[in-house]
C-alpha cells in the first residue's frame, strides 16, 4: 500500500451530506488539539494534506481522504468548550450521525493525549464505541513530550483510567514518527481483508 498516495476527497460540514458509503472506512477521532491532523500527515507522509492549526476545534467538518481501496475520515474534534453552542451542536450531530449511520466502518483510531488522563468526553467515547462494539484502537498522541519515567507513569496509569481491557495501545509522536509503523501496518491489514 503505498500511503504516499493518499488524496484529500472532500469534506462535509453535515451529516445529510456524506455520500453513500462505498468502501471501507477507517476513523480517527480524538478531542479538539489532540494531533489529529498531525498524526494523518505523518502516516501520509505529507506535511499538509491535513490542514494543522494550534488553534483547538479547527477541524469543524468531516474530512475523506482516498487511499486506494478505503476511506480515511478525519473527524470533527470534541469538547472544545470555547465554540458556540450552535456549532457544537453541530459538530456532535456531525460525529453521531456518522457513527450511528450504516457505513462500512472497520476501525476507530481514537486519539487520546498520553500527557493526561482520558478527559470525560474521551471516557463517553470509549463507552460508545465498546456499547455498540465497535473495535477501535488507541492512540496515545504527545509521546515525544514525556520522559521515560514519566511516560512508565502514564501508561500504569491508563491501565485503570481506560474502562476496557484488551484494547490495542500505540504510543504516537508526529515529531519522532513514533507508531506511524505500527498505525500503517493495522490499515493495511485491514484493507486487505476487504480485497
Known amino acids: 500500500m503505498n500511503f504516499n498516495k493518499a488524496e484529500f476527497f472532500r469534506s462535509y460540514g ?4 456524506l455520500p453513500a458509503p462505498e468502501r471501507m472506512e477507517i476513523a480517527f477521532a480524538g478531542r479538539s488539539n489532540v494531533g489529529k491532523s498531525s498524526l494523518i500527515n505523518k502516516i501520509f507522509n505529507r506535511k499538509s494534506l491535513a490542514r494543522v492549526s494550534s488553534v483547538p476545534g479547527k477541524t469543524a467538518t468531516i474530512n475523506f481522504y482516498s487511499l486506494e481501496n478505503i476511506f480515511i475520515v478525519d473527524l470533527p474534534g470534541y469538547g472544545y468548550a470555547k465554540v458556540a453552542k450552535s456549532e457544537k451542536a453541530r459538530w456532535s450531530g456531525l460525529i453521531d450521525g456518522y457513527f450511528n449511520a450504516d457505513r462500512d466502518l472497520v476501525l476507530t483510531f481514537l486519539l487520546v493525549d498520553m500527557r493526561h488522563p482520558p478527559s470525560k468526553d474521551d471516557l463517553m467515547m470509549m463507552d460508545f464505541l465498546i456499547e455498540t462494539e465497535q ?3 488507541i492512540v496515545l498522541t504527545k509521546a515525544d513530550k514525556l520522559s ?11 491501565e485503570t483510567e481506560i474502562p476496557c481491557e484488551d484494547v490495542t495501545k500505540i504510543e504516537f509522536s508526529s515529531v519522532t514518527g513514533e507508531g506511524v509503523e505500527e498505525i500503517r501496518m493495522i490499515i493495511e491489514e485491514l484493507s486487505q481483508s476487504e480485497e
Open 148 to 158: 521515560k519515567k514519566q511516560r512508565a507513569e502514564r501508561l500504569a496509569a491508563f
Open 135 to 137: 473495535p477501535f484502537v
Open 14 to 17: 453535515e451529516f445529510k451530506q
